[in-house]
């Protein structure tokens, strides 16, 4: 009898279609680890306005881009358009590693930074100018109040 409740759990959702959590790809989880240990070969790496790979340094975008485009995926260069990407998720419970996050760091139409979800409530982002790639932790205030959007690449 318990063996036959552990493959209903099992079996079960996948044959739900429309039902429950939505499905990825197998091949998801393994594609956003490897655009993470990207931004993380990047700790370290010095800011840089403009910058969009590890002989330059990166600015926040510059990062996302690079790190999905080692895994094959094109991610525009500009803030406010990696803003626009994939599809929008919802609140900080449901974010997977390799989601962009968007951040409101200051007014008018450029005030956007971005950065990757890793996993247990922290991300990767290259900050500002002085700075370097870090890795934070979305409990901070100042993140948590600035945080405005989840953008999903990898389903």
């Known amino acids: ?11 079960v959702p996948w044959g739900l279609g429309g039902c429950g959590a939505p499905r990825s790809s197998p091949k998801a ?9 990207s931004a993380y ?8 306005l403009g910058g ?20 094959g995926i094109s991610v525009p260069r500009v803030t406010k ?5 994939g599809r929008l998720v919802g609140p900080k419970e449901n974010l997977r590693p390799a989601d962009i996050l968007v951040f409101k760091n200051r007014q008018g139409p450029h005030g ?3 950065g990757l ?5 922290k991300f990767i982002h290259s ?3 002085g700075q370097r790639v870090r890795t934070e932790s979305l409990d901070v205030a100042y993140w948590k109040s600035s945080l405005i959007g989840v953008r999903r690449l990898i389903n």
């Not at 989880?29 to 240990?37: E, L, M, R």
């Open 1 to 11: 009898m318990r063996l036959l409740c552990v493959l209903l759990c099992l079996v």
């Open 29 to 37: 989880p393994i594609v956003a680890q490897k655009v993470i240990d």
């Open 41 to 48: 070969s990047q700790l370290g790496a010095r800011y840089k």
């Open 52 to 71: 969009n790979a590890p002989n330059k340094g990166f600015d926040c975008s510059g990062l996302i881009q690079w790190a999905y485009a080692q895994q």
């Open 81 to 85: 358009d990696q803003a626009r990407m």
């Open 112 to 114: 956007l930074h971005t």
């Open 117 to 121: 979800y890793t996993s247990n409530g």
């Open 127 to 129: 900050p500002r100018s």
